[in-house]
Structures are given as C-alpha cells and as structure tokens.
C-alpha cells in the first residue's frame, strides 16, 4: 500500500500546534529546533542550549546514549519551565538520519490518577484541619472553665486561711509565754504553712485572672530606676540572712516610660527574691538597667546554679519545677514566673534567660519606650 | 448586594479565586470578619455564590479542571478563618452526621453544610469526599446522631447515593435524612418521595430554615 505523503502538514502541525513537546537535537544532544509548545513552555531561547540544560531525569542528569538505546520504551523526564517549576513528561527519542527527534507527552490517565489523589490528599488535610479547630475550641471552652474553678476555689479558700492565719500569729504572739515550746514550734508550723498556702493562693488568682483575659493594666509614667531601687531595699532582709549581696548602679538619667507600677513592682520582686532564693551564701546578685532605642531592660544575675537548656523552655510555663534547688529550703510556688511573663507580655515587652549550669543565671525583661522617648 | 458584600467585593473576590491569588481571598475574607459580616451571609453569598459559579465556568469549559480544584483549595482553606467562630457557638446537644457518597470527591457543600449545624448549635460529625457505605454505617453506629446529611455534587454519583440510603434504611430505618447538592440540578429530586424520613434540600438556603425550623 502506498502510503500517503502528509509529511509537510504533519511537520507543520507538529511545529505549531500540537500540545507534545516536540525537539530536534543534533548528534551531541544540542537543541537545532524545538516546536512553539515547547518554546512557550521553557523560554524562547532554548535553541543552541545542550539538552540537560532543559531536560533531565529524576537523579538531575541526562544520559542521551541510553536514552536512545530504550527507544521503545516511553522515559518519565523533567523539563525545565520557564515557572521555575520542573514539570514531567513521558519521552521518546527517535534517531532521524544524523539528529535526533525528542517527542514529549503528558500520559492523561496517569494524570488523572495522580489529581484524584492529590484531590483526597487536599480534602483529607482540610478535614483534618476542621477536626483540630473543632478541639480547640472545645479545649478554649475547658480552659475558661478550669480557670473559673480556679478562681472560685482560691477565692473561697483564702478567708479560712486568712482565719488561721490570723489566729496562729494572735496565738505566738499574746500566749508565747504560756505554750509550751513545742507547742509553740507546732504553732510556727501552722502559721508558716498557712502563709505558703495563702501566697499559692494568691498566684492561683493570679493566674486564673491574667488567662481569662483578665490582666487589667492600670498605665501610667512610671521611674522604673525608683521602682528597682526600692525593691533591692525590700528584699535587702532576705539577702541579709543568706549574706547575699545586692548590687544595683545605674549613673544614667532614663525617661519615665508607661507602666501599671504596681505589677511591675511585682515582676521585679519575683525576679530579685528567686536570684536570693537559689544563690549560695555569700554570693552577689547584679540589678543592672539599660536602654536600646526602643526599650529598656532589666537584668538580674546570681551566682547560682545554673538552669540546664532543657529545663529552660518550660521555665515560664504554670507549676513548672526544675531540677534546681534552693539553697536556704525556701518554697516555690512554681507559677511565679508564668504570671510575671503575662505581665511583661501584656506591656508589650519581652522576658527570658540566659544560664550556664555551675556559673549563674541572668533573667531579664524589657518595656518598650513610650513613642517620645525614641530617640 | 447582601449586606456587606456588594457586587463589587465579589467580583473582587471571584476574579481572585480564579487566578489563585489566596492572600486576596483571605485578605478580603478577613476584612470582612473584622466588619462583623454575618457568617450565614459569607457561606451563602460569598462562598456558595462563587463555588456554583466556578462550577458552571467548568461544565462551561470556560475554565479548566484545574482552576475549579484550585478554586475549591482555596475556599476550603478560607473555611478555617471562620472556624473559631463556627466552633465557639452554644451546643443544643443534638448531632448530625453529614457525608458526601462513594466516589464523590466534591466535598465542599457537604462541609458547608456541616458548618451550618454547627453554627446553629449542633454537633456535625464531617465524613469527608468519597466515604465508603460501611464506614457512614460505622459511624451512625458509633455516634447515633439525632440526623443525616448526604451531599451529592455530581449527577454520576446518583446510582452510590441510592445504593447508601437503602442500606442506611435497612440498619436505620426511623433516621431522619437530608438530601442536597448540585447534582439534583439534572434531576432526581424526587428521591425524598423513593424513601422514608428523607427530605430534600435544595440549597444552604433551605437547610438553614429546616434547622431553625427544629
């Protein structure tokens, strides 16, 4: 059978029209003409370029000999698009005299397995993203509800501890003399126990508080100078006993910045009491203040222990105990420093630490400047 | 126009979704969360609006498969902004199971509709696109939801849409049944006369006044 001469219509179809990618390439694997899909495809100036400056296969090379020796087999290879994206199709080469014919081809059966289970792989994440919305917000709705248990309960209990309280410090104070000593020793007990549980008590609606959203802030132009000085006098006692040394010098004028005082104050002496708390007898904890361009910050360092870097994250995080002790048996409540960074945070600034185990810890704190302080 | 969605916004908002420009989409949704836009008006007259219409540009060929599956990304995504609210509303205590049948890979308005549920108070369980006969029956099994809903994108799927609500009348047969999607738009809506307990709803519409309705 003669066969019918289409070759010029089926060469201009190809060069033209046809969604293949079509490629001429001379002996040494050099593109001599590519047809417009494949020129739209990967940029007009593909001619002249080696082949895997375009195409290549899975391990980023080209092995052209090979490829043609598989020629009756189809070749999954990536093409360089002008997207930067790489996109796939199966290939077939054909020698032709001296060059050689590169035909391109998308395999629509292959496709449509793959969009159908990128489909499900879509659908199956967003469903999985509703779940987990779902259980958040049950778990916001659990959270509101332990913290108005907590605020009930620690609100309830603080006038009976208050009672005994009251009435063991009543007790040593107007019937010392009569009780006998250990009575009297049982009595210190009671009041120290009930002081502990009353200042636990106190963080608990603290916290409760501050995570119902409840952190009033009550700002006002404040001399934080003033504030860190009158707070190393206050905790000047406790560091006498361990014969701990408070340092704190600042020579430069700083600007009043906004501040609830009253909580900062509270920051500061979490801060300065826990340095004196976990530092060795004899040893110096350093107040030091100093101002960037957009914020002040505080820094106290002791000569303690040392936090280890595991132990750091979870630092700020409620009841959090770490592994390292007091030196004078003092108790902790481990939610102080949870509630002094919601207080940091609610003003806008920052806290954290830095340690080294056996040299000491530094925390520290900053508040932003009120805009007429920028320099 | 609905509210705060003019004309305007939304031809903003589909001509973005057509070209895949999420960060629009989430942009203008946002926007309109931040106005207090209702979120029975977002769902019907954003979201559905813009999803039937991307739809027909493809029966239409006037776009690819592509972009209606971009298109479909991109509003299952902008779902999550409204989730916080959908999830925080008061529960009633009543459930709903909703599922799309075997081979329906359009999951969307199932989800929509889930969403309404919840919004009105109801716990949705979603299954999602293309959930097998014994997996639905395993759940209504497990959870006993006080409803049914099965979503049907695609006019094909109708025969698997049968085939499941026979089997869920012969386990469940008192189990009260919604019916819906886009694909009764080519027929088949008398399916609710074929069945006990079943009812068919032709639109978010409709579903929102059925669950008012209570």
């Given at each position: 059978m003669e066969r019918l001469d289409i070759g010029e219509d089926l060469t201009r179809y190809l060069f033209q029209d046809a969604a293949i990618l079509f490629l001429i390439l001379d002996p040494a694997g050099r593109i001599i003409d590519a047809n417009n899909y494949t020129r739209r495809l990967t940029g007009d100036d593909l001619i002249g370029k080696a082949l895997p400056d375009v195409i290549l296969d899975f391990t980023g090379t080209v092995n052209l000999p090979g490829l043609l020796q598989k020629n009756d087999k189809l070749q999954l290879l990536n093409v360089r698009t002008r997207s930067g994206l790489p996109q796939t199709f199966y290939f077939h080469f054909i020698e032709s005299g001296e060059n050689?014919?590169?035909?391109?081809?998308?395999?629509?059966?292959?496709?449509?397995?793959?969009?159908?289970?990128l489909l499900s792989a879509n659908n199956e994440l967003s469903n999985l993203s509703r779940e987990l919305q779902k259980t958040n917000a049950e778990l916001v709705k659990l959270?509101?509800?332990?913290?108005?248990?907590?605020?009930?309960?620690?609100?309830?209990?603080?006038?009976?501890?208050?009672?005994?309280?009251?009435?063991?410090?009543?007790?040593?104070?107007?019937?010392?003399?009569?009780?006998?000593?250990?009575?009297?020793?049982?009595?210190?007990?009671?009041?120290?126990?009930?002081?502990?549980?009353?200042?636990?008590?106190?963080?608990?609606?603290?916290?409760?508080?501050?995570?119902?959203?409840?952190?009033?802030?009550d700002l006002e132009p404040a001399d934080l100078v003033a504030l860190i000085r009158n707070n190393v006098t206050l905790n000047q006692s406790l560091a006498d006993k361990k014969s701990i040394r408070i340092i704190f010098r600042n020579d430069m004028p700083l600007p009043t910045i906004l501040m609830d005082r009253t909580k900062i104050e509270q920051v500061l002496n979490n801060l300065i009491s826990n340095a004196?708390?976990?530092?060795?007898?004899?040893?110096?904890?350093?107040?030091?203040?100093?101002?960037?361009?957009?914020?002040?910050?505080?820094?106290v360092r002791d000569d303690g222990q040392g936090i280890p870097e595991s132990e750091r994250k979870k630092l700020f995080q409620p009841f959090s105990r770490t592994s390292v002790?007091?030196?004078?048996?003092?108790?902790?409540?481990?939610?102080?420093?949870?509630?002094?960074?919601?207080?940091?945070?609610?003003?806008?600034?920052?806290?954290?630490?830095?340690?080294?185990?056996?040299?000491?810890?530094?925390?520290?704190?900053?508040?932003?400047?009120t805009p007429s302080n920028h320099e | 126009m609905n509210g705060l969605i003019s004309e305007e916004i939304y031809d903003v908002y589909l001509q973005a979704l057509l070209t895949g420009e999420r960060g629009q989409c989430v942009?203008?949704?946002?926007?309109l969360l931040e106005r207090k836009i209702s979120l029975y008006d977002l769902y019907v007259h954003l979201f559905q609006r813009a999803m039937y219409q991307v739809g027909a540009l493809w029966e239409f060929n006037q776009i690819s498969v592509a972009v209606e599956h971009l298109a479909t990304a991109i509003t299952e995504g902008l779902l999550t902004l409204v989730y916080p609210l959908i999830f925080a509303a008061e529960h009633n205590g009543k459930k709903a199971v909703i599922s799309c049948?075997?081979?329906?890979?359009?999951?969307?308005?199932?989800?929509?509709?889930?969403?309404?549920?919840?919004?009105?108070?109801?716990?949705?369980?979603?299954?999602?696109?293309?959930?097998?006969?014994?997996?639905?029956?395993?759940?209504l099994q497990d959870k006993k939801p006080d409803l049914l809903g099965l979503s049907l994108s695609i006019y094909f799927n109708m025969d698997s849409l049968h085939r499941v609500l026979e089997q869920v009348r012969g386990s469940f047969p008192e189990l009260p049944v919604l019916v819906g999607g886009q694909a009764f738009r080519w027929g088949g809506s008398d399916i609710a006369e074929k069945y006990p307990a079943v009812t068919y709803l032709p639109t978010l519409i409709d579903l929102e006044a059925f669950i008012r309705k209570g």
């Open positions: 050689i014919l590169a035909f391109g081809e998308i395999n629509s059966l292959e496709i449509e397995t793959l969009r159908k289970n959270n509101e509800l332990k913290n108005q248990f907590l605020g009930m309960a620690a609100h309830d209990l603080r006038n009976p501890i208050g009672v005994i309280l009251t009435y063991s410090d009543f007790l040593l104070e107007e019937a010392g003399d009569v009780l006998k000593e250990e009575h009297a020793q049982f009595l210190a007990i009671i009041r120290k126990s009930s002081e502990f549980m009353l200042s636990l008590l106190n963080d608990l609606l603290d916290v409760a508080k501050i995570e119902s959203g409840r952190l009033d802030l004196i708390k976990f530092s060795p007898l004899g040893t110096t904890v350093e107040v030091n203040i100093l101002k960037s361009a957009n914020h002040l910050t505080v820094s002790k007091s030196t004078g048996g003092e108790k902790s409540t481990g939610l102080g420093l949870a509630i002094v960074r919601k207080i940091v945070m609610g003003h806008g600034g920052k806290i954290g630490v830095d340690s080294e185990v056996g040299r000491g810890s530094t925390f520290y704190f900053t508040l932003p400047l | 942009k203008l949704v946002n926007g049948v075997a081979s329906e890979y359009h999951q969307l308005g199932g989800k929509m509709a889930a969403d309404f549920f919840e919004l009105n108070g109801w716990d949705s369980y979603f299954l999602g696109a293309n959930t097998p006969p014994e997996e639905l029956l395993k759940l």
